[in-house]
T-cell receptor, first 114, second 110 residues
Framework: GAGVSQSPRYKVAKRGQDVALRCDPI?????LFWYQQALGQGPEFLTY????????KSGLPSDRFFAERPEGSVSTLKIQRTQQEDSAVYLC????????????FGSGTRLTVV | RKEVEQDPGPFNVPEGATVAFNCTYS??????FFWYRQDCRKEPKLLMS???SGNEDGRFTAQLNRASQYISLLIRDSKLSDSATYLC???????????FGTGTSLTVIP
């Protein structure tokens, strides 16, 4: 596609519910990143994929967070047993590897845990 | 210490004014530098890369001082449409994560 596509755009989850957030990167982009942005803060790194390999997951805040990209294109970020502190915008970004250009973000998924 | 520090503002300036934002980064191994713009409830969008020699794009000028680990963005002749949050971003190299500042809020007043 022309841009990074994320779905759903908004998600309201009850505390304890599992959620799955989807990211469809720009076609041909090898690198894919997930970020979490809390209100009034800059995006915070969660995890990074190069193709299907998850090369860095150091930013995942707990073992309730899990990300995958099984075929090296679409990625899913899963949050189990959601907590109120998980409420944030989850941003996905993709880029071509081997460049120093900034990457392109999707519109994000706004997760609200009630 | 945070990887990237920015003055959150807010900066409220009249149309036509010149405004400058500053940012410092903590890791001397950082290799690439950017300014992103984020409108309210929208995703961040790349405004410009920042090069060691400094670079200009229309009314926007970005500067990098590696010795002081300092990045700046200058906006001349501010427009109402410049109102947004400006995020300072650094990267340690290809395949590494980008580190974002908390953003500086700018409102241009008619």
């Amino acid at each position: 596609g022309a841009g990074v596509s994320q779905s759903p755009r908004y998600k309201v989850a009850k505390r304890g519910q599992d959620v799955a957030l989807r990211c469809d990167p720009i076609s041909g982009h090898v690198s894919l990143f997930w970020y979490q942005q809390a209100l009034g803060q800059g995006p915070e790194f969660l995890t990074y994929f190069q193709n299907e390999a998850q090369l860095d997951k150091s930013g995942l805040p707990s073992d309730r967070f899990f990300a995958e990209r099984p075929e090296g294109s679409v990625s899913t970020l899963k949050i189990q047993r959601t907590q109120q502190e998980d409420s944030a915008v989850y941003l996905c970004a993709s880029s071509q590897t081997g460049t120093f250009y900034g990457y392109t973000f999707g519109s994000g998924t706004r997760l609200t845990v009630v | 210490r945070k990887e990237v520090e920015q003055d959150p503002g807010p900066f409220n300036v009249p149309e036509g004014a010149t405004v400058a934002f500053n940012c410092t980064y903590s890791n001397s191994a950082s290799q690439s530098f950017f300014w992103y713009r984020q409108d309210c409830r929208k995703e961040p969008k790349l405004l410009m890369s920042v090069y060691s020699s400094g670079n200009e794009d229309g009314r926007f000028t970005a500067q990098l001082n590696r010795a002081s680990q300092y990045i700046s963005l200058l906006i001349r002749d501010s427009k109402l449409s410049d109102s947004a949050t400006y995020l300072c971003v650094v990267n340690r190299g290809v395949g590494n994560q980008f580190y974002f500042g908390t953003g500086t809020s700018l409102t241009v007043i008619p």
